[in-house]
């Protein structure tokens, strides 16, 4: 469970050297991919938190810069309500979980952070002995519907989703960090080794859902419950 794909890891960049986040939450941290490409992008974080089941990586997550180490599964995040993030990564690793209990953390980190950002594959199968190496949930944008603001990209089988969380209305606006993401003039690439594969120009599309309401005497102008 430890592999992530490198298709969105520009991007990944990107949003980092712009959300400049303090407090970030790497969940399913691995070999400490996301912690690693924190520390580079943004060496101003304070707080990185693991969360990684695998004791025998605490080392190896320890020298790539996280602060904490949490040996956890993610659901039993739920058990630590009070813990709130400006940034939650989850990178290649929510497939594995049963798609309600993927559904319920969302839910759950959606009240608890600024930003969630999510990296998950497409007609992937994998089977395993072990429930939690397989691939058991889907995650296509059928299933952010849910969700009132957030943003994606598809790479052949590879979806990259940035989801607005419910805290922070200081924070950076989500359609600020599209619109400079699609600036880059990123090209993403699922297999950089394979001559054949055309590159996918990276421009995300956003899902505004927000709810809204007229302001009285204000004609033009809305209120909206939920930072931007």
């Known amino acids: 469970m430890s592999y992530s794909w490198n298709t969105f890891d520009e991007v990944v960049r990107h949003v980092l050297q712009t959300l400049r986040p303090a407090r970030v939450l790497d969940i399913g941290a691995g070999q400490g ?18 969360v990684e089941c695998d004791t025998t990586l605490n080392a190896g997550l320890a020298a790539a810069g996280y602060t904490e180490v949490l040996n956890i599964t993610a659901q039993q995040l739920l058990d630590r309500p009070d813990r709130h993030y400006d940034l ?19 839910e759950f980190l959606n009240y608890r952070c600024s ?29 952010m519907q849910w969700h009132d ?16 969380g419910y805290l922070d209305f200081e924070a950076v606006p989500l359609a600020d960090v599209v619109n400079s993401i699609n600036a880059q003039g990123f090209m993403l ?30 004609s033009g102008n809305y209120a909206i419950y939920r930072p931007r």
């Open 33 to 50: 991919k996301y912690g690693k490409m924190t520390r580079e992008a943004h060496p101003g974080v304070a707080q990185l938190t693991a």
């Open 88 to 106: 939650v990564i989850l990178g290649d690793v929510i497939e594995h979980m049963k798609h309600s209990d993927g559904q319920d953390l969302l």
């Open 115 to 143: 930003y969630l950002l999510i990296i998950t594959p497409e007609c992937m199968p994998m089977s395993d002995a072990n429930f939690y190496v397989g691939h058991n949930s889907l995650w296509t944008p059928r299933a």
């Open 149 to 164: 603001l957030w943003a994606h990209q598809r790479c052949r089988i590879m979806h990259f989703y940035l989801l607005r």
């Open 189 to 218: 690439k699922l297999n950089d080794s394979d001559a054949r594969e055309a590159a996918t120009p990276c421009q995300l599309g956003i899902t505004d859902q927000r709810i809204s309401d007229p302001i009285a005497g204000e």
